[in-house]
């Protein structure tokens, strides 16, 4: 091409290029594209008409049309200069509006040795990448990365508003890349994608442990796991780009921590409880492979490793009525937010066979999709979950209640609400947050009046359900118990009881909570993990000082005259004066305590 057209084609580009300005800022986009088919009949030769009609295309939302007239234009351009760089800078910003981030850097980059003056837009567009994606264009994770999207999208998932993004290793997220509106569903997987536990029964190792009839606590997380096992070990399996993304590390997780770590968190429940899951995981495992021999192929820290991963990463949804757990991939990365309740909601689409992810709230670009794991106490974050959340409002302790062996009643109450093992009764969970979750709080303190309690139990056969009619015939089975202030006296034995079990309980840890918080505020070189570890038992710790302060505060209330209270509750204007509490013959309905605000 000689020189001579190609000062014709930017005279003819400068010329368009005005009068389409006008006509897209008053959104003319039919007399826009007219305008160009016109120059094209003129010029069918020339480039520069199909440029003009691709960025007229773009303004309209036609991305694919548009891709066509860029390409039509590079076909025509006969200089490796200032036109080309032009029309592949475009190509690369229509890529990248179909999320094509990939192919925006791969335009450029194929031509850039050829024409100079490629290098600084293809810079650019790999500055770009990085900034969304986490990661650099020649990263050979973010390789599987666009393996595994591109995997997602031939098999049917849809997802044209989101995308990944790299934090750390094995720790990734999902953003918008554009604005999502409410009630909008940005995410939507094809039954293809869905891993179900069925799916493991149906591997030839999981049908022999199915038919093996091997007792496996929470089967539905053996078979899940199982699968994902069977996955990773065969390298032409069609799940394979899902598996190279899959996340390997499990090294926040509790049950995993080193010595030192699991060693910060003696004193809390979750330090027997790291140990005993681990037990429970490898008798399963060794009971599995008594049974089944082949199970050997996996080891039980890989079984270990994948079965908590999967725990942390399974969503429940009704399927034909029915309720099931699944892995969804993509959905699997979204991360908790835990003032980000509602900002998403899922569900299975049984007419499609399809998990759907919709927005509950407007969803700015940029911002990352979150969901809410739910409510949870910090135990069950960090055990299960592999975090934790500060400052979280729905925090609790776990304390294992017993009666007391020397109680004469002993036998007839481990009868009455259906305890079986020697004196234990269960694990409850007390709540920082007390009017938050009164009712798991008043369960707790229920318990304990009824540990304390030793007058006639017939009277509290009322407060147990099912109801116990005869109480020297009574069937074993679990019952619920929900026994409110019976008595002063009773209640008196129950806050110092609760005195007795939290004290107990925080003498355990062999630091005390202020040293805790001193350790968090001056130390500026804690792992994850053991900031994890410290404001885990300092969250416990601080539940257990209130209910030691709330027994003794209960005490003083029920034992003290006005006059004997203590300054700090004496200056208060008013306090509240127990009269009267009912009788244990009542019925748990009309049952009441009566107080009366008293003016000092």
Request: contains cysteine; charged residues 30%.
């Amino acid at each position: 091409v000689s020189t001579q057209s190609t000062w014709d084609s930017y005279y003819l580009m400068d010329s368009l290029d005005k009068r389409l300005a006008i006509l897209l800022k008053e959104k003319k986009y039919i007399e826009a594209i007219e305008t160009c088919d016109k120059e094209i009949k003129v010029n069918p030769s020339t480039p520069v008409p199909y440029f003009a009609r691709s960025k007229c295309r773009r303004e309209q939302g036609f991305v694919d049309k548009a891709l066509d007239d860029v390409d039509k234009a590079l076909a025509l351009v006969g200089e490796k200069g200032e036109l080309e760089s032009q029309f592949l800078e475009h190509k690369a910003a229509l890529f990248w509006d179909k999320d094509r981030l990939a192919d925006s850097v791969k335009a450029l980059e194929e031509r850039s040795a050829a024409n100079a003056l490629l290098t600084p837009i293809l810079e650019k567009y790999k500055k770009k990448y990085q900034d969304e994606y986490g990661l650099s264009y020649d990263d050979a994770t973010m390789k599987k990365i666009e393996k595994f999207i591109s995997w997602l999208r031939d098999n049917g998932a849809k997802f044209s508003k989101i995308r990944m993004k790299y934090y750390g290793p094995d720790y990734r997220g999902v953003h918008a890349f554009s604005s999502i509106k409410s009630k909008e569903a940005f995410l939507v997987v094809p039954k293809v994608l869905i891993i179900t536990s069925q799916m493991g029964k149906e591997t030839e190792i999981g049908a022999k442990v199915l038919a093996s009839k091997v007792h496996i606590s929470w089967d539905y997380l053996a078979y899940i796991t199982i699968f994902l096992l069977t996955q990773f070990a065969d390298p032409t399996s069609f799940w394979k780009p899902f598996m190279d993304v899959y996340p390997k590390l499990v090294d926040n997780f509790p049950m995993f921590y080193t010595a030192e770590e699991k060693e910060m968190l003696k004193g809390s429940p979750m330090h027997d409880q790291i140990e005993s899951e681990m037990s429970e995981i490898t008798e399963e495992y060794n009971s599995i492979l008594a049974k089944v021999p082949e199970f050997k192929k996996f080891t039980l820290l890989d079984y270990m490793k994948n079965k908590t991963l999967v725990i942390s990463r399974i969503f429940y949804v009704t399927i034909q009525g029915a309720i099931e757990r699944i892995m969804v991939p993509l959905a699997d990365m979204f991360n908790h937010h835990y003032e980000k309740l509602g900002q998403t909601y899922w569900s299975y689409k049984n007419q499609d066979d399809t998990f759907v992810v919709n927005a509950q709230l407007d969803i700015p670009a940029g911002e990352a999709i979150c969901e809410n794991y739910g409510q949870k106490p910090n135990y069950r974050f960090l055990f299960y979950y592999g975090f934790l959340i500060e400052n979280n409002t729905k925090n609790a302790v776990y304390i294992k209640l017993y009666f007391n062996p020397s109680d004469s009643l002993l036998a007839t109450k481990m009868k009455m609400i259906g305890a079986y093992s020697g004196s234990y009764i269960k694990n409850f969970r007390f709540f920082e947050h007390y009017e938050e979750n009164d009712k798991a709080n008043d369960k707790f303190l229920g318990h304990l009046r009824f540990i304390e309690y030793e007058g006639n139990l017939k009277v509290l056969c009322q407060y147990i359900s099912p109801l116990i009619i005869d109480i020297t015939d009574i069937k074993s089975m679990r019952r619920k118990l929900r026994l409110p202030a019976i008595s002063i006296e009773n209640e008196k034995k129950m806050l110092n009881k609760l005195k007795e079990i939290a004290k107990k309980c925080y003498d355990k840890y062999p630091q005390t909570y202020e040293e805790d918080l001193k350790i968090l505020k001056e130390t500026k070189t804690l792992t994850f993990n053991q900031r994890n570890c410290l404001i885990f038992r300092s969250g416990e710790k601080k539940i257990l000082k209130q209910m030691i302060e709330m027994a003794e505060k209960g005490i003083l209330f029920l034992t003290s005259t006005i006059m004997e209270l203590p300054e700090e509750i004496k200056m208060a204007p008013y306090y509240l004066s127990l009269i009267h509490i009912s009788e244990p013959t009542r019925r748990y309905a009309i049952s009441y305590a009566v107080f009366c605000l008293k003016k000092k």
